[in-house]
């Protein structure tokens, strides 16, 4: 409710209960405060953040006011005497309009409103009186465009609905996919640890084999070299040599073994390597 647009037909006739204590007018949306004053609520509520909560009624001593502690007024016999009073319109010079149905009066009625074009939705910026309006609105381009801007305003939410969606679908496929994504690479790193465990195996294996090897190496050369020193004793000669056919066709045996565990290292190190490959 503004007051500029209207005033009271009979001012000194009203009530003086119904009278804001600050501003000295008929009370708007009326607040009482813990200290039994009544006030517009505007008005109080500005006091009150003015000077701290202190109330806006003149020699009265509380300064703890919080607009929380505002009541409002509901009697609805106070209400209606408020609604009643009459008012003129200063715009169109209307009078004996209840000023409870002014606001009525003022977007509806009154021919000297400024009001807004119909077509303000549409950007037109067009403002003058309700009288004017009529007029305007048969040369409004906004309002003459209403059926294709309509049109393309519905359009354009319908893109924007179903962007909205798609944008939800993606979000939901993206964390989808991720999960997805996070469980392969789990169980990538499981492959490889245990990959890596059996290549680690497979490497100690090697070199106990490659130590058994050479251990025998030793211990035939060390044979062959007791064979040359007791070349003149056949018998011993015969004996050591067959130690050494044993211990060649053990060395063969070994290195037979040796020879596949490597060729098995081999496999498991192309399958690793491809493995890793493919997923990275």
Not at 89 to 101: D, F, K, T
Not at 113 to 120: E, F, G, I, P, Q
Not at 190 to 199: A, C, D
Not at 228 to 246: G, W
Request: charged share 25%; net charge positive.
């Amino acid at each position: 409710m503004n007051h500029a647009d209207f005033e009271y037909i009979d001012k000194s006739g009203i009530d003086k209960d119904l009278y804001c204590d600050f501003c000295a007018n008929p009370l708007v949306d009326p607040v009482s405060t813990p200290c039994r004053h009544t006030f517009c609520r505007r008005c109080i509520e500005t006091k009150i953040n003015k000077t701290g909560g202190a109330c806006a009624k003149s020699k009265c001593k509380n300064k703890s006011i919080a607009l929380e502690d505002l009541t409002p007024v509901t009697e609805r016999i106070v209400l209606n005497m408020l609604d009643r009073i009459l008012v003129k319109c200063l715009n169109c010079g209307a009078s004996n309009i209840q000023r409870g149905a002014f606001d009525k009066h003022a977007t509806k009625f009154c021919p000297k409103a400024t009001v807004s074009c119909s077509a303000v939705d549409l950007k037109c910026s067009w403002t003058g009186t309700s009288d004017q309006l009529k007029q305007h609105r048969h040369v409004c381009s906004y309002e003459h465009l209403r059926p294709i801007l309509s049109e393309i305003i519905h359009e354009n939410q319908q893109f924007k609905d179903e962007l909205h969606h798609r944008s939800e679908q993606c979000s939901t496929n993206h964390c989808l996919q991720m999960k997805q994504l996070q469980e392969v690479n789990q169980c990538l790193n499981m492959n490889v640890n245990q990959i890596n465990e059996i290549l680690a195996e497979q490497v100690n294996q090697l070199t106990s084999l490659q130590n058994e090897i050479q251990q025998l190496k030793e211990l035939t050369m060390h044979n062959r070299t007791q064979i040359q020193e007791l070349q003149h004793e056949k018998s011993k000669i015969r004996r050591i040599d067959e130690r050494c056919s044993k211990n060649d066709i053990q060395i063969h045996h070994l290195i037979d073994k040796l020879n596949q565990r490597r060729g098995l290292f081999d496999v498991l190190t192309r399958y690793l390597f491809i493995y890793l490959s493919f997923f990275f």
